[in-house]
């Protein structure tokens, strides 16, 4: 459980109520500030200090006010910094005559989100701490406002500073644990953390130690750390979740699966655990349980299509329209239903006919309907229905000219019809009104790529990482296109692994980092990738002929034929060079 350390500034403000005489006040539940009279020039000092706390005290509520009431809230910029302005002035006052640590935590507070950044909140904490030297609070927020302004390196000073002189504050060091974990320094935190003593472990300590361990790989570690913590705190659901996560990662599905039931059975604390429960009994092959789980769900639409979802993926067809039925509980029947049943009536049952008749139930002002018009065009392509596949894709154009997936399916459309100009024309059209998208132009690119038209889709493609950096498909298409003609190899590694970052699940990205592996000879890494590629993508030809290939350098014979055969198997584009690959192992 992360601790979120930040100044009370709407707590009471304790230490100065014991000092403060307010006998005479307490009638009021609400006081609001006096206004200034000619006789304020003879109050006494304690009855000062009495008003200044009320007026601070009130515009600090006038700012909560505010702050509760949102776009709501009357007040103008100018008013709102009036009332911060006297609510400062009035703390200075108090600070000037009676300084409490409690205090300068509270004038940090004013502005601790201060749109500049947190130096004004800084320069409290600084002057609090000359005031009370080694105070943990001050020095924890001080730590805390260097976070917010990215400077973690001199959090992690402030922190070091005060434990060098203060050793045995556990708690401090915990948090300086965290710091360093949320800085992405996990081995320092963890090294950080060990040196709290096993009998003064918090739970929150021990889940920072698992969380650090976790992110460095030690699984059993990890979970072992996090059972101290659940165990010394079993309502603890941040630590549950990490723990059931590890559990995954170490692919022990069963602990895991009863982890997070276990959560679920806690209530809504964590609303992912009751998913997660139904993705693990999938992948348990326990559909009846996951059903189970489902139907004993809340109602509400998110969680349903959510769920749905896990069934269809898991191909679990009947189960997940039973739980899509559960949409119709209150006699309305919205799109999704619809479209889902489609899904399923095409995959489930291969009826795209029954899917048609869903599909044509979802009206035309409704956000799903230009989807239900792809799908629709779709299913009557996979009917032999072309020309009226082409009619519903321009009729999807027409209604929606911004939308790239009709231009793109067009394209598709009219490729399958073996007409590549058209489905140039189509992507050139999309283009001319959305300039420089980079899935148009990609699908352009590999349209270029078909035609024996490289150069000019490599020209596209470096033009579109020139806008879009980060576009993964773009950083792939030109980095296996720089492996195949042999040349800038280095750079081309460097574009495929950042698409592989940017999109770590995708097997052909990962086919292309073993691919230029493979090409700068480095075999290792080749057939590690190349092995992450096929366990996600294990139909496709190209990738398993690069299986093969692989296979073959790193002088694997049988692994080289397991990969040419399946070459063969999904139809490759040039069975008898593969088979002379075979011929020649």
């Not at 030297?133 to 000073?157: C, E």
């Not at 979802?309 to 209150?330: E, H, K, R, W």
């Not at 773009?474 to 750079?491: C, P």
Request: charge should be negative; hydrophobic fraction near 40%; proline fraction near 4%.
């Amino acid at each position: 459980m992360t601790r979120t350390y930040r100044p009370a500034v709407l707590a009471a403000l304790s230490a100065l109520l014991l000092i403060l005489p307010l006998a005479g006040l307490s009638g009021c539940a609400v006081v609001s500030a006096p206004k200034p009279v000619a006789q304020e020039r003879s109050l006494s000092d304690e009855a000062r200090l009495n008003y200044d706390f009320l007026v601070y005290q009130d515009q600090l509520q006038r700012l909560q006010r505010h702050a509760a009431e949102g776009e709501r809230s009357p007040l103008t910029e100018q008013e709102i910094s009036e009332i911060s302005a006297r609510a400062e002035a009035a703390l200075d006052r108090l600070l000037a005559v009676s300084p409490t640590p409690q205090l300068y935590l509270e004038k940090a507070g004013l502005t601790w989100n201060d749109p500049a950044g947190a130096a004004k909140s800084r320069e409290a904490l600084k002057t609090g701490l000359k005031a009370f030297p080694d105070n943990q609070l001050l020095t924890i927020y001080l730590a805390n406002s260097y976070v917010m302004d990215n400077r973690v390196d001199a959090a992690i000073g402030v922190m070091d500073d005060y434990l060098a002189k203060q050793p045995e504050d556990y708690q401090a060091r915990e948090r300086l644990g965290q710091m360093l974990m949320d800085a992405g320094r996990d081995a320092q935190a963890l090294d950080a953390l060990k040196k709290i003593p096993a009998d003064q472990r918090s739970p929150d300590a021990l889940y920072a130690m698992g969380r650090a361990q976790g992110n460095l790989g030690m699984r059993k570690a990890a979970i072992a750390t996090l059972k101290k913590a659940v165990a010394m705190d079993e309502t603890f659901t941040e630590a549950m979740v990490e723990l059931a996560y590890q559990y995954e990662l170490s692919k022990d599905l069963v602990a895991a699966e009863k982890t997070y039931a276990r959560i679920m059975d806690q209530g809504d604390q964590f609303p992912e655990a009751r998913l997660r429960v139904i993705n693990l009994n999938l992948k348990l092959n326990n559909p009846g349980r996951a059903l189970d789980v489902a139907l004993n769900g809340p109602q509400s639409k998110s969680f349903v299509l959510d769920a749905v979802l896990m069934f269809i993926n898991d191909g679990f067809y009947a189960q997940g329209s039973t739980v899509l039925d559960m949409l119709t509980s209150d006699g309305e029947v919205p799109a999704e239903y619809f479209f889902y049943k489609a899904v399923i009536a095409n995959e489930g049952e291969n009826d795209p006919k029954k899917a048609l008749t869903f599909l044509d139930k979802v009206n035309e002002d409704d956000r799903l309907y230009p989807h239900a018009l792809r799908f629709k065009a779709q299913l009557y392509n996979a009917l032999g229905k072309g020309d009226e596949a082409l009619a519903i894709t321009r009729k999807g154009k027409e209604l929606f000219p911004d939308a790239t997936t009709f231009y793109i399916l067009e394209s598709a459309l009219l490729r399958d019809k073996d007409d590549k100009a058209g489905a140039e024309r189509a992507l050139r059209e999309g283009l001319a009104r959305l300039k420089d998208d980079p899935e148009l132009a990609y699908e352009l690119a590999m349209l270029y790529e078909a035609s024996d038209r490289r150069a000019e889709g490599l020209a596209l493609m470096e033009n579109v990482l020139r806008t879009h950096p980060d576009h993964s498909n773009g950083l792939n298409y030109v980095g296996y296109t720089l492996a195949e003609e042999d040349r800038e190899l280095d750079r081309a590694l460097v574009l495929v692994q950042k698409a592989s970052l940017l999109d770590p699940e995708n097997g052909y990205i990962l086919d292309s980092v073993a691919w230029v592996h493979y090409k700068l000879k480095d075999y290792p890494q080749a057939w590690e990738n190349i092995g992450y590629a096929v366990g996600i993508v294990d139909s496709d030809p190209t990738i398993w002929e690069h299986y093969g290939d692989i296979a073959k350098a790193m002088g694997k014979k049988s692994e080289a034929r397991k990969g040419y055969r399946n070459s063969l198997k999904f139809k490759t584009a040039h069975p008898e060079t593969i088979r002379k690959k075979l011929q020649e192992l």
